[in-house]
């Protein structure tokens, strides 16, 4: 069975400060990992994902997370946060290689503050 | 493109009561799939389907069902509806089952059950 442990339901940041999203996994074999952002009142969309290769992802918006097999971690930061970044904030993890098999994590609330 | 669509946005039914949320989408996706977003619970899988004519079940299906007559519709039935299906039901889509697809996912629709 693979699962998604997101480390805090809500995380409040002061504008300009760093972003810390944190995601461990657990997956029985090579996993694939991503992050989606929901902001108020809309459907998910995809920030970025870790399928194969290079451990370090870039995402949209100025985001990107670090694939860390040896922590089972793949943490979502942003060197300095907009007002504009608040929203909920998922973590998922396709283990088994198929669509259907894609858990998500409980969620963090993204605050941030002027 | 339009991507997923759902309709309708809001629905308030009565114990009892069954209803119908429409999902469309115009990228010509072979997977779509149901969820279900409950306060501190993520998303969870409600039924899928890999094409036209096949659909399988979910994490949480009971209650629920589904059919896929053409590539771009896959409507969610409720057959009786209970205050526990009171929830957020979103839709997504993607090219295939593959694991590393980016989901689509629709708005949503807020439902309330009396």
């Known amino acids: 069975a693979q699962s998604v442990t997101q480390l805090g339901s809500h995380v409040s940041v002061s504008e300009g400060a760093l972003v810390l999203l944190r995601c461990n996994y657990s997956s029985s074999v090579p996993p694939y990992l991503f992050w989606y952002v929901q902001y108020p009142n809309q459907g998910l969309q995809l920030l970025l994902k870790?399928?194969?290769?290079?451990?370090l992802v870039k995402g949209i918006n100025g985001f990107e997370a670090e694939f860390k097999k040896s922590e089972t971690s793949f943490h979502l930061t942003k060197p300095s946060a907009h007002m504009s970044d608040a929203a909920e904030y998922f973590c998922?993890?396709?283990?088994?290689?198929?669509?259907?098999?894609?858990?998500f994590g409980t969620g963090t609330r993204l605050q941030v503050t002027l | 493109n339009a991507g997923v669509t759902q309709t309708p946005k809001f629905q308030v039914l009565k114990t009892g009561q069954s209803m119908t949320l429409q999902c469309a989408q115009d990228?010509?996706?072979?997977?779509m799939s149901w969820y279900r977003q409950d306060p501190g619970m993520g998303l969870r899988l409600i039924h899928y389907?890999?094409?036209?004519?096949?659909?399988d079940q979910g994490e949480v299906p009971n209650g629920y069902n589904v059919s896929r007559s053409t590539t771009e519709d896959f409507p969610l039935r409720l057959l009786s509806a209970a205050p526990s299906q009171t929830s957020v039901y979103f839709c997504?889509?993607?090219?295939?089952?593959?694991?590393?697809?980016?989901?689509?996912f629709g708005p949503g629709t807020r439902l309330l059950v009396l």
């Open positions: 870790y399928t194969t290769g290079a451990t």
């Open positions: 389907s890999v094409g036209a004519g096949i659909t």
């Open positions: 998922a993890v396709s283990g088994t290689g198929t669509a259907s098999k894609l858990t």
């Open positions: 997504a889509s993607s090219y295939s089952l593959a694991g590393a697809e980016t989901q689509y």
């Open positions: 990228m010509n996706h072979e997977y």
